[in-house]
């Protein structure tokens, strides 16, 4: 993958690069540019030091250095994924105020107090220990910091069980841990974090899929280059997931009390 976006860029040396040109690789995520957009409206103004766990190729980041002059670190346990990021960011002109890392969201690398925000877009659910990764972002927080997410979960009535795979984040069932909602909340409540919002994505998510798997995504920047051969199965299967009722995207801001 590296080696193929290198030759991609090398290509093109002069041209003027924008974030949006990469939102085939680097929005990995139901909805694209605008979803992550619509999670800023739940940012204050002042946050600017922010966490993106599970960044994958970076386009939140870049997003938020841009639109709000935020300095962004990007995590991800994926290093081809993390030196693609640089890539793409190098590109860019000016380069984005963006630093990223390879590392665990299970054990991040940070003092407590580093970050006015984190945010996380459809990045836990490869995630096991929900409990585990909810107690270091609020560690990493400051007082009063915001934890932003935009995650696909399990329906109330659904089971890991009744999920088709392969998906973006999983080949087979047993690399996914998907929760629902109401078990997230409740351990977010008893580390400390209160609610400020909660929207359903769900039927905003299916009309976007649907939208986009007709469109396709714009030479030569498409999800293959980032997920591989199967990218459209994977695709197909979250759309049926989705459609049966078994999935649920959520979008959440929480506040470190
Ligand atoms: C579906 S991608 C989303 C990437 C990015 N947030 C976006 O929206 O474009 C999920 C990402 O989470 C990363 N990931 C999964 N488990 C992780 C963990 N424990 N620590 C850090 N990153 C993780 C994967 O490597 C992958 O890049």
């Not at 899929?209 to 997920?227: C, V, Y």
């Amino acid at each position: 993958m590296l080696s193929k976006l290198s030759l991609l860029l090398e290509k093109r040396p002069h041209k003027q690069w924008q974030i949006e040109d990469f939102s085939g690789i680097d929005q990995l995520h139901l909805g694209g540019i605008p979803a992550t957009l619509a999670l800023l409206d739940w940012l204050p103004n002042g946050a600017k030091s922010g966490l993106d766990i599970g960044c994958g190729l970076g386009g939140t980041s870049r997003l938020l250095s841009n639109e709000r002059g935020c300095n962004m670190v990007g995590l991800d346990l994926n290093h081809q994924y993390i030196r693609a990021a640089m890539l793409l960011n190098q590109s860019i002109q000016p380069e984005p105020q963006c630093q990223f890392v390879t590392g665990n969201s299970l054990h991040l690398p940070f003092p407590e107090h580093s970050f006015n925000f984190v945010i996380s877009q459809h990045s836990t659910m490869n995630i096991k220990q929900k409990e585990v990764l909810l107690k270091g972002l609020y560690r990493v927080l400051k007082p009063r910091g915001h934890l932003l997410i935009h995650e696909i979960m399990l329906q109330p009535h659904a089971g890991e069980n009744d999920i088709l795979y392969p998906t973006p984040w999983a080949h087979e069932k047993g690399e996914s841990h998907l929760c629902h909602w109401q078990l997230f909340n409740d351990l977010a409540l008893a580390i400390g974090f209160k609610v400020d919002h909660f929207k359903d994505d769900t039927d905003a998510a299916l009309t976007w899929i649907r939208q986009t798997r007709q469109q396709k995504a714009p030479p030569p920047f498409t999800p293959t280059l980032a997920l591989g051969a199967n990218a459209a199965v994977m695709s197909a299967n979250v759309l049926g997931n989705i459609e049966a009722g078994y999935l649920q995207v959520i979008s959440a801001s929480l506040c470190k009390l």
